[in-house]
């Protein structure tokens, strides 16, 4: 079971075009952030290798291939924000390598969204000429209605994006292997895990499916506040609140240089970067 970070930065990424500033010309490489994207990637209870994206924004086709993904069995879309959504069209390697379509579970108002943008796909016969082009199968999800997929439990949870409702996920269950690094990697798996990037809001029924986590993904954009995001401040706060063994901060700009940053943070509380794992292979 891994847990595999690929991609840490806002909808701009970092470094941000046409930006001079000291982390988009850091020589750190924890300092570039991709969109803001992540991969469950785990054994099923056959022991076949499956591989389950959150998000898939325009950065996906590099981050595919630095993370040597060789399939893709699903997608969860948070929300339908461009540097969330727009990668789907490059998942169509993966029906050709497959030959089989991929389910993507989102939202009515995602699902909508998705089928717009992508009408080549969805309404492929009105195509002007037959062309390679993505396969999905639309699974609607709502909040605190759990799907299972290949032993593991996923249960979407509602977050707000602003005054947009968005989702979140809260994911359990995987097999477990002897032995652990603590809070911060290991042989363990990393779950029980949220994943809450792209939120300004909690509401509260989703409180109760925040408790017992080992890990918590949460949105951290920078110190100034913002009318959509967490600040750092802020999603400090939600990560003492949950008690959460280890919680990582995503979808960070280029406000937030990493190494200084990650040192005033309080225990328990770190930035994520691209490619960072957490479990084991």
Same mark, same amino acid.
């Given at each position: 079971?891994?847990?595999?970070?690929?991609?840490?930065?806002?909808?701009?990424?970092?470094?941000?075009?046409?930006?001079?500033?000291?982390?988009?010309?850091?020589?750190?490489?924890?300092?570039?952030?991709?969109?803001?994207?992540?991969?469950?990637?785990?054994?099923?209870?056959?022991?076949?290798?499956?591989?389950?994206?959150?998000?898939?924004?325009?950065?996906?086709?590099?981050?595919?291939?630095?993370?040597?993904?060789?399939?893709?069995?699903?997608?969860?879309?948070?929300?339908?924000?461009?540097?969330?959504?727009?990668?789907?069209?490059?998942?169509?390697?993966?029906?050709?390598?497959?030959?089989?379509?991929?389910?993507?579970?989102?939202?009515?108002?995602?699902?909508?969204?998705?089928? +717009?943008?992508?009408?080549?796909?969805?309404?492929?016969?009105?195509?002007?000429?037959?062309?390679?082009?993505?396969?999905?199968?639309?699974?609607?999800?709502?909040?605190?209605?759990?799907?299972?997929?290949?032993?593991?439990?996923?249960?979407?949870?509602?977050?707000?994006?602003?005054?947009?409702?968005?989702?979140?996920?809260?994911?359990?269950?995987?097999?477990?292997?002897?032995?652990?690094?603590?809070?911060?990697?290991?042989?363990?798996?990393?779950?029980?895990?949220?994943?809450?990037?792209?939120?300004?809001?909690?509401?509260?029924?989703?409180?109760? +499916?925040?408790?017992?986590?080992?890990?918590?993904?949460?949105?951290?954009?920078?110190?100034?506040?913002?009318?959509?995001?967490?600040?750092?401040?802020?999603?400090?706060?939600?990560?003492?609140?949950?008690?959460?063994?280890?919680?990582?901060?995503?979808?960070?700009? +280029?406000?937030?240089? +990493?190494?200084?940053?990650?040192?005033?943070?309080?225990?328990?509380?770190?930035?994520?970067?691209?490619?960072?794992?957490?479990?084991?292979?």
């Amino acid at each position: 079971m891994r847990f595999v970070f690929l991609g840490t930065g806002t909808s701009s990424g970092v470094p941000a075009v046409g930006c001079d500033c000291a982390v988009c010309r850091s020589a750190d490489p924890r300092d570039r952030r991709l969109r803001t994207s992540a991969a469950l990637i785990f054994d099923d209870p056959q022991g076949n290798e499956r591989v389950v994206l959150l998000d898939c924004g325009p950065d996906f086709r590099e981050q595919a291939l630095r993370a040597e993904l060789k399939r893709l069995d699903a997608i969860l879309l948070t929300h339908t924000h461009v540097d969330h959504t727009w990668g789907l069209d490059e998942v169509r390697r993966y029906n050709a390598i497959m030959g089989q379509p991929i389910d993507l579970f989102a939202d009515e108002r995602t699902i909508e969204f998705v089928r +717009h943008v992508y009408r080549h796909i969805f309404d492929r016969k009105l195509n002007v000429n037959e062309s390679f082009v993505a396969s999905f199968i639309t699974r609607r999800i709502e909040p605190l209605a759990p799907l299972d997929l290949w032993g593991l439990r996923i249960t979407p949870l509602s977050l707000l994006h602003g005054k947009l409702p968005v989702l979140g996920f809260r994911i359990e269950g995987g097999r477990s292997r002897p032995g652990s690094d603590g809070p911060w990697g290991g042989a363990r798996p990393p779950l029980p895990l949220a994943y809450m990037t792209d939120v300004s809001g909690i509401p509260p029924e989703t409180w109760p +499916h925040l408790r017992g986590l080992r890990t918590l993904v949460l949105d951290g954009l920078r110190h100034r506040r913002h009318p959509t995001h967490f600040t750092v401040g802020q999603a400090e706060s939600v990560a003492r609140e949950v008690g959460a063994e280890a919680t990582w901060l995503v979808h960070m700009s +280029h406000d937030l240089p +990493h190494a200084a940053t990650d040192a005033e943070l309080p225990e328990g509380v770190r930035l994520a970067f691209d490619g960072l794992e957490l479990g084991a292979r």
